[in-house]
């Protein structure tokens, strides 16, 4: 399969080696992070007209999903300002290595928590409450606050970044679809790394602190477990670190065949589907319902969602990956769990494809409140450009349809191609993966349209 390290361009190289360039988008982030926490706990109530709804759930919501997650994988995580602080407690430095030690605790993560369960769960109370989360500025600034005291306490206790790894709800679902990326970080020569004695790009030298994500560069076959951080390419003595163009979902061509990672697949898609119905479906009810948190009725909401995504979901997709094994010409003998959870690679794609599909009507719905809040982002009156009492003016036409429409076909002719080609590998037949994820196609364009 043909990679390119785009680390053969000169400037590249020597502007990814720079903490300068990293360290600055951190910073203006971290800014508009802390912006957005104090326009959710001070600013209107109303939600569209808070900077801390609109900068957080439409503009940052869609470039990462439309653009940076399939583009980059990980590239977010590569700048997101949520784990500066935990850091800086841990080097007790902001831009140099230090000596690439890290003080603290230290401690390492229960072996009980080395998976990314933990982040299933982040991500299901997250959703439950997403309606509230979305619409409420105080419920999202509780929620911001929430992660980055998660994210500093983790550091204070244990080794690198734990909370990235195991618990963050966001970077869960950025490292499942990072799969599909065409964007990889390798090392050029595995035998180098077996014969490096430092192994610096876990270990940290004077160059670079050792992997923050815990992982070792030369193992890495998959981009979820590499954050992008970069510290590798730092520390690494040997120049053996390359980031490579690749084809696109090459991390599918043999996937993990992990159940924690299959139903994070399982909880985007049913995540995705139950968004469009209660965001963009005729159902006032179900939207009062999954408002109205603490409720009743948000308590059947509550449990219709999870039941959809942790039992419906999984259950059909069970009896599809059955019938797989059965017309399967050959039938080569491995666990039932094991051929779901790899048949689940599958998901991948086509979950990414909902994302986007869905994001799109809301971006193309609620974008114009951008213009509102970029004047006024507390909602106090202010008009810092002329644009706060800019009309509302949803971007929908035949064309956002056709683009839509254009996107999931694209989501279940790659679910198509995964499980065709997982299918060979693993004695199971792709039209039950493929009939599945279409089936599941035309209930989200039901839903979108
Ligand atoms: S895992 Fe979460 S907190 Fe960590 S860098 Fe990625 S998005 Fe940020
Ligand atoms: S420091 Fe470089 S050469 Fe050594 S093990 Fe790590 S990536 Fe390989
Ligand atoms: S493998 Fe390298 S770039 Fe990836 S998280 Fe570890 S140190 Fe950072």
Redesign the pocket.
Known sequence: MNRVSLLQIPWLKAALKNRWPQFTISALLMAGFVFAIVAGLVGTPVGSRNFGIIAVWIAWWAILILAVVPVTGRGWCSVCPIPMAGDFLQRRSLLGPNGGRTRGLNLRLPKLFRNIWWQNAAFALMAIFSAAILTNPRVTALALIIMLVAAIGMSAVFERRSFCKSVCPVGGFIGLYSQVAPLELR?ADAA??AS?A?????NGSEAGYGCPWGT???GLTRNPACGLCLE?LR????D??VLNLRPFAADLEKPAARLDEAFKAFLMLGAALVYAAVFLGPWGNLKVAALAAGTWPWLGYAAAFLLICLALLPGLFWVAVRLAKRMAPAKPHTARRHDFAQAAAALVPLGLAFWAAFSLSFVFANGSYLLNVLSDPLGWGWDLFGTAGAVWSPLYGSWTVAVQVGVLALGAFGAARVAQRAGARGGLHPLPVSGYSLALTVVMMGLLL
Request: glycine letters at 0%; proline letters at 11%; a positive charge.
């Open positions: 090392v180098a790394c490096c430092s192994k610096a790009c876990y070792f560069p030369a590798c520390s690494c003595p040997n053996n670190i």
